[in-house]
């Protein structure tokens, strides 16, 4: 080499470098990702179109309903608290939704769980009664 000569850059291209690599290989990675959620979802409804056909099995729309109801009612009360920017405060809402995703179940029946909750109190008020009361008597 000449010693004035100048080295080209290994790229070939030029102001690409290194940099612009790695945004490449990131937009592939989301798109690899998008594209994997898109097929999940895509072959799901495919296989639930399909097994329709094969096994009609009962869909609860009454039930569903409930459940998206009990959802969107945690949904909204964790998205309304505040504190979630710190450890005690994720774990705070992750205690508030399931309070209230608790009390909304109760409240619209959500696969019997009101049922559920009276015999869970039943027990135990049964179980904490004294011995000679009345209320243990079979």
Do not use: D, K, N, Y
């Given at each position: 080499m000449a010693t004035g000569a100048r080295r080209q850059p290994l790229t070939g291209r030029a102001g690409a470098?290194?940099?612009s690599e790695?945004?490449?290989f990131a937009g592939v990675a989301v798109v690899a990702r998008i594209g994997a959620?898109?097929?999940a979802s895509v072959g799901a409804v495919l296989l639930a179109l399909a097994g329709r056909r094969l096994l009609?099995?009962?869909l609860p729309g009454g039930e569903l309903a409930r459940i998206a109801a009990a959802t969107s009612l945690m949904a909204a009360a964790v998205v309304a608290f505040p504190g979630a920017h710190t450890?005690?405060?994720?774990?705070q809402s992750a205690v508030?939704?399931?309070?209230?995703y608790a009390a909304a179940a109760i409240a619209l029946n959500v696969m019997g769980a009101r049922e559920l909750a009276l015999f869970a109190v039943r027990t135990a008020t049964r179980r904490l009664q004294p011995i000679t009361s009345s209320a243990n008597a079979d």
């Open positions: 470098g290194p940099r790695v945004v490449a959620g898109v097929g009609a099995l009962p450890t005690i405060g994720l774990f508030l939704g399931m309070a209230v």
